[in-house]
């Protein structure tokens, strides 16, 4: 047992969310209006590095597990990861030409295969 219990409560994870919605939102306050356009444009490096950032989850969940988990729960977890990767880069936008996530996209002539996938 550690000397710290604390590290084990569930609350502790809160922790890293917060110290990071707390310097998100400082550099946020520090920037002009054309530096934060730059920072959350869809080529700029905050949506660069969250597509990385879901793979490198997906990798973890694949390749990291404690013993007693299933192999069925770290693979879900793991295409789950993949999935929001694929969308944070705009892949849907590059297979089938527009945003799936417009109602207009499955009311229009596009492939059945593109609207399934």
Not at 39 to 46: D, I, K, R, T
Request: with cysteine; proline share 4%; hydrophobic share 55%.
């Amino acid at each position: 047992m550690t000397d710290h219990p604390w590290i084990q409560s569930r609350w502790v994870a809160l922790a890293p969310l917060l110290a990071s919605l707390v310097f998100s939102g400082c550099v946020w306050a520090m920037l002009d209006a054309p530096q934060r356009q730059h920072l959350m444009s869809e080529s700029g490096p905050v949506e660069q590095i969250s597509w990385m950032l879901w793979l490198a989850m997906a990798l973890a969940f694949a390749l990291l597990a404690k013993a007693g988990d299933r192999v069925s729960t770290r693979v879900a977890l793991a295409v789950l990861m993949v999935a929001f990767a694929a969308r944070e880069a705009d892949l849907h936008k590059n297979i089938t030409g527009k945003s799936v996530l417009k109602l207009s996209f499955y009311f229009q002539d596009f492939p059945l295969h593109h609207k399934l996938i």
